[in-house]
């Protein structure tokens, strides 16, 4: 996204003209057309050509590479970046566009950026990661941002983690975490779940699976997480909790159970132990009373092929809408799907919710990005139902039929500029934004 270059005088020059000059310089980009540079990237050692010109004129690096007292002649190897990473950069200094399709993208194109001190490309970047990085990704991409020495996004992660630790908990990734980053929950002054007892049990869910993938002796577990353990705050444990779940825990030394014992009943509050905290002071946890039923704004990407083999099926997209605590339910569930047709694009949501009747309100709203921000469509709307027994509703919305909400209707006809597609020029972007609320119905 950017803002649109100035013609003559200042006049904004018409859309297809810029257009027509990116698909000259993409066409460059993507063909071996006159290159006069190679780079051999990453591991496999993918090659890579160019012209010098371009990759100069954006880059003092590459530019005192290619011009300086040391200019290169051969091709240049560079094994600390991935080729898509440099692919991603490449496209930017020939379009002045990026096309990500995540988080983890833009972070490796952040690091090409960085270490050729194109700053543009940076900002691009982390502005597409503050807007895209999703609690179900956030520990993978702090994991990456250390590898790669990267703090910009440490106070974005926290806050992540602070306010939706429930769905950053529940990701596939947590249970292979680095330690650091399960440090980092640990650490953290304030949560989203209800108490300390739920703390110990995010550690315990992870440090099991560390012993399973470590193959850690029996009487080495309760030795092999001291920098961890220390973090909870097993004072503030209820005693029936510290009984039902911390006293059978083969992660802590029967010594420190001891010591915690003895402190929390009064009986010798000068016992310590190095490896248990003495904190009294509850940490702050913030999950609302609501938090089960009523979900924060979600977001979700779709990349979408305008001229589909597949016109009129039902193509799932893959998210469920309905807040974490419900989707247990093997009869719970409210996924979103989309349908493409010769002229319109719908997005469609299921609504499933088990023998209790609920009362289902979806705000959704769908972004056609374009290359430029002011050029983007927003289609909003707000879908109700009221669902009960799983076959049975009755809608406050006529388009509505057997729990199924329409979200959107997009014109096919408003599609067709070519500053709506990328640069295959047969797939849009669509960004997605919603916020869902379950309530109990009264009649």
Known sequence: ?????????????????????????????ESDIWTDCEFVVGAHKTVIKGHKALFCVASEVF???????????????????????????????????????????????????????????KEVCENYIKKQLQPSDVLEFIDSCRLNNISVFDDLCTKIINDNTVDVAKSDYFPSANSETIELILKSPSLAIKSEIEVFGLFERWALAE???????????????DNLKKHIRFLTISG???????????????????????????????????????????????????????LNE????????INSSSYGSRQSTGIDLLPSSMRNHYDHGLKVYWINSSKLLCFEADVILGNVMKMVVIKSKFRVQA?????????????????????????????????RLLLAVIPKS??????????????????????????????
Do not use: W
């Open 414 to 443: 408003t599609l067709k500029a070519e500053h709506y597609r990328n640069n295959n020029r047969n797939m849009i972007n669509i960004e997605g934004s919603f916020t869902v609320t379950v309530e109990p119905f009264v009649s």
């Open 298 to 305: 979600q977001k979700h990407m779709f990349h979408i092929p």
């Open 211 to 225: 012993v399973e993938r470590r193959k850690i002796p029996v009487e080495d577990i309760a030795t092999s997480f």
């Open 63 to 121: 530019n005192a590479m290619f011009l300086g007292d040391l200019k290169e002649t051969n091709a240049v190897y560079i094994e600390d970046l991935e080729p898509d990473a440099f692919q991603g950069m490449k496209k930017y200094i020939y379009t002045d566009q990026t096309d990500f399709k995540s988080v983890f993208e833009a972070l490796a194109t952040y690091v090409a950026a960085r270490k050729y001190l194109i700053e543009p490309l």
């Open 371 to 403: 290359d430029y921000e002011e050029d983007d469509l927003l289609f909003e709307k707000q879908s109700e139902c009221v669902c009960f027994n799983n076959n049975n509703s009755y809608s406050y919305n006529s388009t509505q039929t057997r729990n």
């Open 1 to 29: 996204m950017g803002s649109k270059a100035d013609g003559i005088a200042g006049v904004p020059a018409p859309l297809n003209e810029i257009e027509t000059f990116r698909n000259r310089f993409r066409h460059l980009a």
């Open 240 to 294: 029936e909790d510290f009984v039902a779940h911390v006293e059978p825990s083969p992660l802590l030394s029967r010594e420190e159970k001891y010591v915690i014992a003895m402190n929390k009943i009064k009986f010798n509050p000068n016992l310590t132990s190095e490896n248990i905290s003495m904190l009294q002071k509850s940490r702050r946890f913030n999950k609302s009373d609501k938090s089960d039923n009523n």
